[in-house]
Structure formats: C-alpha cells, structure tokens
C-alpha cells in the first residue's frame, strides 16, 4: 500500500515494508529484478543508471545484458506515473515504490571510503544515506558481488544476495532415479505397455530408472518414464555418426538428443563427460544423414577475463573461432574415429588429410552450420534447426530464456555445461543462479523436455583422475 503525502512524497504503508538499495549486477542478472519486491520500497542509486549507460556500448554478454536492462527499466518506468519525481519516489504498481538518488555528499566526504570515485563506495554512501533518511523501515543493499556484501556489512549495512531465481542445491534434478525390482517386474518393462510406476515414487516426463533385480543384482535395466509406464530404451542400439554411448548416463543423454520427441535436452557434467561429443554426434546425424532439420546452430557465450569478442579482429566467424573449440574438437574426433561398418563411408574423407576447420567453412558456406554468440540473437527465429548451446552455465536466467524463445518450428535446442562454481566465469552468475540449472529446474514437469546428469569421466585416464582428485 502507498500514498502520497502534503509534500507529493510517495510513502509506504506497512510495516512490513523494507527499504532495497538495487546494485547494478542485481540488473544485469535480471532486468525485471524491480518487479519482484512487491510492497517495498526500491532505491536505485544514480551510479547504477550510470554503469548501465556505460556498459550498454560493451560487446559481448556484459553489454548486451547492459542494454536489456535499459530497456526494461524505461519501459517500467513507461508505464508508471512520474509526476512524483524520482526522489520523491514513484510507484511501479504491486505496492513497489521506486527512487533514484545520489549518494549523500556529506557521507561521501568522511573517511568511511578510502576511494571517493569508486562506484561501489558511491552505491554504499546512497545505502547508508537511505539508513539515515528513512530509518522507519529496516535498509538492504541487495548485490550479486559477495565483495560488495562484505563490505556493506563492515558499514553496517545489511546485505543479500539476489535469490529469486536461485535453485535450491538439494533439489537439482539429475534426470534419473536408482530402483529396486523383482525379475518379473524387469520383464515387465519389456511388454507392450510397459511397466507401471511405483505408486509410492514421483517421475518426471523422460525421467530414467536404473532398476536392479532384487532377485538377482546382475540383472538390470536402463527404462524412461513415458508419461505412464516405464518403457526400455529406444535408441540403445544405435549410433550416430560412428558413435556409440559408452556407459549408462550417456545411454540415457543420447536416447534424448535422439529422440524427436524431446525438443529440449539439457545435459550436465564434469570436463570428458561426453556432453560436447554426443550433441555434435546427433546434430550431424540428424541434419547430414538423416535430414531431420536443414542446419546445426551452435551458440557460445563470450565470456573472457579480459578483452572480449569486440577487440578481437575480424569478421564475426573468425572472432568466435577462439571460442569455438570444443565444438571443432568434437567433430574432429567424429571424423578421425574409425567408423563402424554401418556408418563408414558417410561423407567420411581419409582422417590423415582431413581438416576440420575447410570441413565446417564448407558447410558454414552452405547454410548447413552456424556458430553464433548471444550477441546475435535477439530478433532471430530458429526454425528447422538443432541448436547446440555450449557453456550454458554461464548465462543467466534471463538470457536462458530469451534463447529458448527463439525456438521456431521444427527445432530442438540443446543446453550443455558444467554448473559448478570453477567452472563459472560470469560474475553475475553462481552454480545456484545460472541459466542452465534454471532452465532445468524450470522445465523438468514439461512432457518435451528431458535432462542428464553426466557423471563419469570419458575423456582420458589423466582427466578422469584429474575430475576425481584435485
């Protein structure tokens, strides 16, 4: 609840209210973050605007997450009635009110900063400003940088990070469940409609069993969840482009990305688990063989320590190709395997003089692939397309989404990455609050989508020990 008072000050009612100051990382994670603070007060401090403005000519996913934040706030505030004025306070509807002010000069000439031009010194100064000001309610910095927490707790600030869209850790799905079974139940899962589920036992759309015989351990089956029975594999004799699933979770991962069905795979997994290698796989089988859909799109992010995309020369495909690697790395161990019998001779040249970077230029050159940034995807539909996202753990939720609207007719879109906190480079993003477990958290209950959880190391006996030990 709001008003206005004799002074036109936009006040909130309530004690329940709290007063938010908002960091700019807090809008580069989400630039609909203002509309989740129902019934409290938003401060945004003029620094903030500032960055956003600053960062919004960057290349790369910094300044495209710059610019949507822009965009999100004007059209906010579009909608909102200004007459009040930003200090004064504006009200967003939901109980939200919303001001924009600069630090409190005389704060910011004591000797609580060391650094008077430091941004977050500035953003602290306009918290610890509101503290002073409106001490009616309880005041919170809310910032996705733990550096900037730790110091607004030292000031005496209190601090949190932006947890709207976190995932729980104790809840992140792995896509498969271990089950005990009579032999007779096993044989089941064999007939014509399957096996019918435990009662006591909650499945997922695509979810998988790995159930093992109480009667005899060395009898097992890998079954997936239909929707109302538990049903054996499809896909568990085949192979795409020469390749083979070589233990049970990439069984599972390639029964997915093979399955038409399923417009939407998520797979997961420490380095060398496969996840690259069989999503390349499959997008050659079904595009090049089997001519399911008309092109390959595999998407990237740009996330670098230091110069990005931008400041590399060249045209956009010979900027991404530092970026591209895993990608070319699969397909050039697809084409140097020995192919079995039943795929040898698929467009396969002689290993020893095979180079992979003239055999994706020529398909490049034939609309057949395309490697592609975020950068480049706004506006676009993908349709007819399997879509390879790699790194997907460094997105955010917002951009996770933004790229699964692209989805056009006849597409399937697969996300791939490892959502451990060392493998996470955006600092926007943690192992809880990516766009990968997001979007699987999200999408679990949807009869199209379907996740694995890789967890063996396939890649060398040195990268498996190394995944184990260090």
């Known amino acids: 609840m709001v008003a206005v008072d004799s002074n036109g000050v936009v006040r909130g009612k309530g004690g329940r209210r709290k007063n938010y100051i908002i960091d700019t990382n807090v809008l580069l994670h989400d630039p609909d973050c203002l509309s989740n603070f129902k019934d409290n007060d938003l401060y945004l401090p003029m620094i903030v605007l500032e960055e956003l403005d600053q960062l919004k000519t960057r290349e790369g996913l910094t300044g495209y997450q710059a610019r949507g934040a822009a965009r999100s706030l004007s059209t906010l505030l579009g909608k909102a009635d200004v007459s009040t004025g930003f200090t004064k306070g504006v009200f967003l509807g939901d109980g939200i009110v919303l001001r924009i002010l600069p630090p409190g000069d005389d704060l910011m000439r004591t000797d609580l900063f060391a650094d008077l031009n430091k941004n977050d010194n500035r953003i602290l100064a306009t918290a610890l400003r509101v503290m002073r000001e409106h001490s009616e309610h309880a005041t919170i910095l809310v910032s996705k940088d733990i550096g900037m927490r730790i110091k607004a707790e030292a000031l005496g600030v209190k601090a949190e990070d932006y947890e709207t869209d976190r995932t729980p850790a104790e809840n992140l799905y792995r896509g498969y469940q271990e089950l005990a079974l009579t032999d007779a139940e096993i044989d089941r899962v064999f007939e014509e409609d399957g096996l019918a589920p435990p009662k006591k036992r909650a499945f997922y759309p695509n979810e998988f069993v790995h159930a ?259």
């Open 212 to 470: 093992v015989s109480k009667d005899n351990p060395s009898h097992s089956v890998l079954a997936r969840f239909n929707g109302r029975a538990l049903v054996p594999l499809r896909y568990a004799n085949h192979e795409a482009w020469g390749l083979r699933p070589i233990n049970m979770e990439q069984k599972m991962a390639f029964e997915l990305l093979m399955d038409a069905s399923v417009q939407f795979v998520t797979l997961t997994g420490g380095a060398g688990s496969g996840k690259t290698i069989l999503a390349t796989a499959v997008a050659l089988e079904k595009v090049l063989e089997q001519k399911e859909f008309r092109r390959i799109v595999f998407i990237r992010p740009t996330v670098a320590a230091g110069n990005d995309i931008g400041y590399l020369p060249g045209s956009e495909e010979e900027k991404l190709r530092p970026w591209m690697g895993s990608f070319y790395d699969a397909i050039d161990m697809l084409m140097r395997t020995e192919p079995s019998a039943k795929s040898r001779g698929r467009g396969r040249k002689d290993p020893e003089a095979f180079q992979v970077d003239s055999f994706i230029e020529d398909l490049r050159d034939t609309g057949v692939i395309e490697t592609k940034t975020f950068t480049y995807m706004r506006g676009r539909t993908l349709s007819d397309a399997f879509v390879i996202v790699d790194e997907a753990q460094e997105i955010t939720p917002h951009l996770a989404k933004l790229m699964l609207t692209r989805a056009g007719v006849n597409s399937k879109f697969v996300f791939i990455g490892d959502p451990s906190d060392n493998q996470i480079d955006n600092l926007m993003v943690d192992s809880r609050s990516n766009g990968l477990v997001y979007v699987i958290d999200k999408m679990k209950e949807v009869d199209i989508t379907g996740h694995v959880t890789l967890r063996q190391v396939e890649r060398s006996k040195l990268a498996r020990l190394a995944e184990r030990c260090m």
